[in-house]
Nanobody, 121 residues
Framework: VQLQASGGGLVQAGGSLRLSCAAS????????MGWFRQAPGKEREFVAA????????VYADSAKSRFTISRDNAKNTVYLEIDSLKPEDTAVYYC???????????????WGQGTQVTVSS
C-alpha cells in the first residue's frame, strides 16, 4: 500500500488545516485508517483513527477537541482537519492504512513521507 499525505504547510496559530492521505495499491482493500504525528525530538504518536465505514472514530486525548478525522472510501482517502492550531501542533503528520481499531496502528510500520505542519505563534 502506498500512502501519500498532503495538505501541510506553515500557518499562524489559530488557523486551520485539512490534511489528506490517499491510499493506493492492489493490496489496499479498505480497513481502518489513522493519523499519527511526530514533533521534533519526540516519538511518533497516535492522533486519530477511523473505521472502515467511517461511523467509528477514536482520538488521542490531545486531539479530541480540535481534530476531526473523516474518510472518502470512493477515493481511498482519509482526512484530518485541525482547527485552532497551536505551536505545539508543529510536527510531521503521517497516515497509516490499513490498521485495526483494536490496536490503533500500534503495530504499523509502512510509513510514507508524511506532511509537515508548522504553526507559528
Amino acid at each position: 500500500v502506498q500512502l501519500q499525505a498532503s495538505g501541510g504547510g506553515l500557518v499562524q496559530a489559530g488557523g486551520s488545516l485539512r490534511l489528506s492521505c490517499a491510499a493506493s495499491g492492489r493490496t489496499f482493500s479498505g480497513g481502518a485508517m489513522g493519523w499519527f504525528r511526530q514533533a521534533p525530538g519526540k516519538e511518533r504518536e497516535f492522533v486519530a483513527a477511523i473505521n472502515r465505514s467511517g461511523r467509528s472514530t477514536v482520538y488521542a486525548d490531545s486531539a479530541k477537541s480540535r481534530f476531526t478525522i473523516s474518510r472518502d472510501n470512493a477515493k481511498n482517502t482519509v482526512y484530518l482537519e485541525i482547527d485552532s492550531l497551536k505551536p505545539e501542533d508543529t510536527a510531521v503528520y503521517y497516515c497509516a492504512a490499513p490498521i485495526t481499531m483494536s490496536t490503533l496502528g500500534a503495530d504499523f510500520h509502512s510509513w510514507g513521507q508524511g506532511t509537515q505542519v508548522t504553526v507559528s505563534s
